[in-house]
């Protein structure tokens, strides 16, 4: 199985910070790296697809890159809204995987 | 507007069996891969399965293959989960899914969820 480790775990940030987030998988993934945002007791939303793409109504301070084995996560102004966890996904090759998330607190 | 439903969760003892059903609108599904995932309390989603737009292709996680199975009656537009054989390791919010090879099989639509809990 494809092991997705991102990193932070846990990231503290203010109103209009940039942020990063990383996702490494175990193998080469080409681009079929995938972005989703939870908020608290809510269902996960797709913010991006194949690594770059941003989905359909997602703010464009989101922006995703990468391939192989190395993606980011950039949100740019963080809004009060963007506070959650945030989970990277491989489709490459089933089983798909997802990271462990990354949970963004206000600081 | 996309809806899908899903429905039958429920507090079951284990050694049981359940069936969830998601009930897909707003979009074609006769058209559509779809899926099923589950969020375990406090833990990031698991990928559980996915089948073609006709059923012909399905696959499964290790951890639900040769218990769960996936189906779909397309004149219905829904989506089915049978689930059997159930441990406290089942505990957890399941989604049912669409997926597209156009957005790299991401997961585009989720239903709202429905809980299973597997308890004594």
């Known amino acids: 199985d494809i092991q997705m480790t991102q990193s932070p775990s846990f990231q503290s940030a203010s109103v209009g910070d940039r942020i990063t987030i990383t996702c490494r998988a175990s193998?080469?993934?080409?681009?079929?790296l995938n972005w989703y945002q939870q908020k608290p007791g809510k269902v996960p939303t797709l913010l991006i697809f194949?690594?770059?793409s941003l989905h359909t109504g997602v703010p464009s301070r989101f922006r995703g890159s990468g391939s192989g084995t190395d993606f980011t996560l950039l949100i740019t102004g963080l809004q009060p809204e963007d506070f959650a966890t945030y989970y990277c996904?491989?489709?490459?090759?089933?089983?798909?995987?997802f990271g462990q998330g990354t949970r963004v607190e206000i600081k | 507007q996309v809806q899908l439903v899903e429905s039958g969760g429920s507090l079951i003892k284990p050694g049981g069996s359940l069936r969830l059903s998601c009930a897909v609108s707003?979009?074609?599904?006769?058209?559509?891969?779809m899926g099923w995932l589950r969020q375990a309390p406090g833990k990031g989603p698991e990928w559980l399965s996915y089948l073609s737009n006709t059923g012909a292709i399905i696959y499964y996680a290790d951890s639900v293959r040769g218990r769960f199975t996936i189906s779909r009656d397309n004149a219905k537009n829904s989506l089915y989960l049978q689930m059997n054989s159930l441990g406290a390791e089942d505990t957890a919010i399941y989604y049912c899914?669409?997926?597209?090879?156009?957005?790299?099989?991401?997961?585009?639509?989720w239903g709202q969820g429905a809980l299973v809990t597997v308890s004594s």
């Open positions: 899914v669409r997926t597209s090879q156009l957005r790299r099989w991401a997961f585009d639509y």
């Open positions: 996904h491989q489709t490459y090759n089933t089983p798909w995987t």
């Open positions: 707003g979009f074609t599904f006769s058209g559509s891969y």
């Open positions: 193998e080469n993934i080409a681009d079929y």
């Open positions: 194949g690594a770059s």
